[in-house]
């Protein structure tokens, strides 16, 4: 744990611990990648790399590829939104407790040791 009296909070505008510029937007693979993608085909050269490549999974869809055809609607029209049902729905232990046929403080003892042996197994609370 950190030192309380070594903290320092951080000076109004311009602090060195900033980082103001941020992650930087490209990579030098990347900008490699899009350099080459940008060359003309060497055995066709009114097309780029990236058109070419465009061409080809063009083709793999057409030909029945279900990666291609994932492929080229997660390029165009971004991936499927994904949905997560969940139940939120919460009883009260007392209802619980008289549905397993047992009194409040028998409900209460058997989850003291419940929570007891957890505790003793490893279990972490955070």
Do not use: C, Y
């Amino acid at each position: 744990m950190a030192n309380i009296k070594n903290l320092k909070p951080f000076k109004k505008g311009v602090d060195e611990r900033r980082n103001t510029s941020g992650r930087p937007k490209l990579t030098r693979l990347t900008e490699a990648l899009r350099e080459q993608l940008a060359e003309e085909m060497p055995n066709a050269p009114e097309r780029t790399i990236a058109q070419s490549i465009a061409r080809t999974l063009i083709k793999l869809a057409l030909s029945g590829d279900v990666a291609a055809i994932k492929e080229i609607g997660n390029r165009t029209e971004g991936s499927p939104r994904q949905s997560l049902d969940l139940d939120v729905s919460v009883q009260d232990w007392r209802v619980i407790a008289a549905g397993a046929g047992l009194s409040e403080a028998e409900f209460l003892h058997e989850t003291k040791l419940f929570v007891d042996k957890q505790l003793a197994d490893g279990f972490d609370r955070e």
